[in-house]
């Protein structure tokens, strides 16, 4: 149980595109997810949290208007990197509480953009 | 959310017990101690979480101390495959708790 997948796994594009990546919790309900960013060698970010219904929660020095996120239901969340650079080139990861019992944050495999 | 300190490395011996220390002095009533670990290029995986009490499942064992300040995630029998960062958070669960990862210890496995 508590699986969480996302999709794409790799993508790579031109600067100036944008991706769309989706991250969702197979077989359980999520009303709070979370999308986190790593770079080579360093640890994971988190960029923002997302509640099922409502607009997301950016950290402090993520541009929202540059990483849009859509929670439409209890079991998927999308984040769409907007003109992407090649700085934004990173793995994306998500994560999804599962609450009652399970009581804590399982996370997705991961997706590694490459922007050109 | 309290900070975590953990050594940046170690090394265990394959089949022998592994014992991760961390320390979370500043760690307030209301907040679990959780344990990921990072295989290179994957998503975190979950070990195990705990308030207080020590915590056994089929992965590790949580020792907590009774002040709470500092915890050891114990592998009892290492494998090659358990070389991976590990990561202690201290979080509040179902109140939208935040994960904040800090640079957690690299384990590395040797035959």
């Known amino acids: 149980g508590a699986v969480v997948s996302q999709h794409p796994s790799w993508v790579i594009c031109k600067s100036g595109t944008s991706v769309k990546i989706e991250c969702r919790s197979l077989d359980f309900q999520a009303t709070t997810m979370f999308w986190y960013r790593q770079f080579p060698k360093q640890s994971l970010m988190l960029m923002a949290t997302?509640?099922?219904?409502?607009?997301?929660?950016?950290e402090q020095g993520v541009e929202k208007d540059k990483f849009l996120i859509n929670h439409a239901s209890l079991t998927l969340s999308t984040l769409t990197v907007t003109s992407a650079h090649p700085e934004d080139s990173s793995f994306y990861i998500c994560?999804?509480?599962?609450?009652?019992?399970?009581?804590?944050?399982?996370f997705g495999p991961g997706t590694r953009l490459t922007v050109l | 959310d309290a900070k975590t300190t953990q050594p940046t490395s170690m090394d265990c011996a394959e089949g022998r017990a592994a014992n991760l220390p961390c320390n979370h002095s500043?760690?307030?009533?209301?907040?679990?101690v959780y344990w990921y670990r990072q295989i290179h290029s994957q998503g975190p995986q979950y070990i195990i979480h705990g308030l207080k009490n020590n915590e056994t499942n089929e992965m590790a064992s949580l020792i907590i101390t009774e002040d709470r300040k500092s915890s050891t995630l114990i592998l009892p029998h290492a494998t090659l495959r358990d070389t991976a960062v590990y990561y202690c958070?201290?979080?509040?669960?179902?109140?939208?708790?935040?994960?904040?990862f800090g640079q957690g210890t690299e384990l590395s496995v040797k035959p």
């Open positions: 994560s999804a509480e599962a609450g009652g019992s399970l009581d804590t944050q399982y």
């Open positions: 500043t760690i307030s009533g209301n907040e679990y």
């Open positions: 958070i201290v979080s509040r669960p179902r109140e939208g708790g935040k994960l904040i």
């Open positions: 997302s509640n099922e219904g409502s607009k997301a929660t950016y």
